[in-house]
């Protein structure tokens, strides 16, 4: 039976729906994998075919938006008219019978390992770490997971991003209780990141002025295995709390670097590929002069501590294939590698718009396609 319209030309359609039912909508696709547009095609498809079709409460809707295929859309738009219902109230009856029809999958076994650690590291600089890293958390966020920010780069980059301040010099730290001079709670320095889906499961621990002088203290700490273990013994305290922990890392090889890697590493007991360790690049060669460094350093430290430490993917980030040769086949010999790439993030303004605004980009454009890149990205992580 040939469909009524081509699933492979779409266009983007906008709603107003209420948070819960979209948030849902988000957290369902997540769990089952599959494309928020192809949930709501299937929704819409099914819909209908449908004689009953219970009201959902639309009160206090804002907007949503995915795409469509053409002629389902038109479909859509006119059986509303002849139901007499309203557009934003079709929309909303198709989600909630997916949801219906598409039950959340059995909860995961409880954790015995603490929350998966997800490290976002490269030794060059400007390659996208912070957006990216702020983009992943955001979209796990969206899903239901509760996810720890940690910005681990002693520039700050992440945190003045999301609006926020780093902590004072003599202000306690995350540096100050890696070094055992924090007296207070680590918990006490998580702020929460508002705005968007993904508001009240999205933490972010800010990075303080004096955390560039942290590789020089590691490197005079005489305790043995203190130097690798200081960011895991600190952030002990609250993996119980989250689902996910992700860090952004300074472009640096550093001691501070070998505690991040060290912490992504598998535990014990932790199936392989959960916890590890997610490059950034760009689409041209110092990226993969820069990763051949990560790699050396991660060869070292696994051989040094008899651990293993996963690199998990690629993201490659702003990436514009009107740049020619150069970025069309950097893309390809990054798309070559052992190790898969989770995403291709284009080179688009609302990024840019977003850091400029001191907003998240989940929360400032959540529909754009960088942000559905973001949440492509987030359910390779999630698995």
Partial sequence: MTAPYDPQEREKVVAKLPSDLRRELKVRAAELTTDIQDAVTDGVTAWLTLDEHATVDTSGGTSFATY??????????QASKTRKVSYNQGVAQAIRHWLATHPSPRPAPPRTTGARRIVFGNQKGGVGKTSVSAGVAQALAETGKRTLLVDFDPQGHLTKQLGYEQHAIKAPSLAKAMLGENEKPLHDLLVPIKGGDFEDRLWLLPSCRDAFLLDAKLATTRAV?????????????????????????????????????????TREGEQPGLSGVVVPVQAEDTSGDAFDMLTEQLDDLTDDLKVDITILGFVVNLYDARNGFIATSSLAEWEGMDEPVFGIVPELKEQREAVRMKTPLLAYSPDCEQANVMRSIARRING
């Fill in 68 to 77: 469509l295929p053409a002629g389902l859309y038109k479909q859509l738009k």
């Fill in 225 to 265: 295995r203190v130097k690798e273990t200081a960011l895991e013994r600190v952030l002990d305290d609250v993996e119980q709390d989250f689902d996910y922990i992700l860090i952004d890392c300074p472009p640096s090889l550093g001691y501070a670097m070998d505690t991040a890697l060290y912490y992504g590493r």
